[in-house]
Every structure is written in structure tokens, then in C-alpha cells.
Nanobody, 119 residues
Framework: QVQLVESGGGLVQAGGSLRLSCAAS????????MGWFRQTPGKKREFVAC????????VYADSVKGRFTISRDNAKNTVYLQMNSLKPEDTAVYYC????????????WGQGTQVTVSS
């Protein structure tokens, strides 16, 4: 079983940047595709980005394409989400996920980290 812990969320002004981290423990993430999802109150959790096991392939939601970058460091058992040019509509709780691909999440989730973008 993989345990995932997100960090790096916070409050930022529109146009700013944040980098989220997802640190894994108990098992290596090198055998899992990894992803980020986000959720706002009253809405379904939505796909943001995913990265293949080796890091050679990435997929992004249209809403974040060109602004967000997902990456991974398997040696550190960590996945990152660099978020640039943030918009108020990016405000959400961001969740790390292991074992899924694109819109289909895997079974392992972190607890989430809040990102708030002020206008």
C-alpha cells in the first residue's frame, strides 16, 4: 500500500506560482503512474495532470495546459506539480493519486492540500 502526503499549498495572488509536492512512503512509486486531481466544494473531483512511471509521458487537462507541469523524482519517491500563471478558478483542494491514468484515478489518494488564488 502506498501512502501519499501532499504539501506546498497556500494562498497566492492571481498570476503567481506554487509548487506542490507529493511524497510517498511504504512503497516505491516507480511502478505507478501518478496523477493530480482537484476538487472544489459541491463539485466532483477533476483530473489535472498525470505522468507515466518513467516520466516520459504526461497528460494535462485543457484548463491547465501550458501553465502547469507535472514531474517526478523516483529516487526521492516524490511527484511535483509546478503551477504558474495561477487563476482564481484554480482554487481547490489538490490531491495526489497513484495507479491511475488520465480521467481514471488509482486507488491510492493523499489527504489533499488547499490552493487558494486571490484575484
Amino acid at each position: 500500500q502506498v501512502q501519499l502526503v501532499e504539501s506546498g499549498g497556500g494562498l497566492v495572488q492571481a498570476g503567481g506560482s506554487l509548487r506542490l509536492s507529493c511524497a510517498a512512503s511504504r512503497r516505491t512509486i516507480s511502478t505507478y503512474a501518478m496523477g493530480w486531481f482537484r476538487q472544489t466544494p459541491g463539485k466532483k473531483r477533476e483530473f489535472v495532470a498525470c505522468i507515466s512511471m518513467s516520466g516520459s509521458s504526461t497528460v494535462y487537462a485543457d484548463s491547465v495546459k501550458g501553465r502547469f507541469t507535472i514531474s517526478r523524482d523516483n529516487a526521492k519517491n516524490t511527484v511535483y506539480l509546478q503551477m504558474n500563471s495561477l487563476k482564481p478558478e484554480d482554487t481547490a483542494v489538490y490531491y495526489c493519486n497513484a495507479g491511475g491514468w488520465q480521467l481514471t484515478p488509482g486507488v491510492y489518494w493523499g489527504q489533499g492540500t488547499q490552493v487558494t488564488v486571490s484575484s
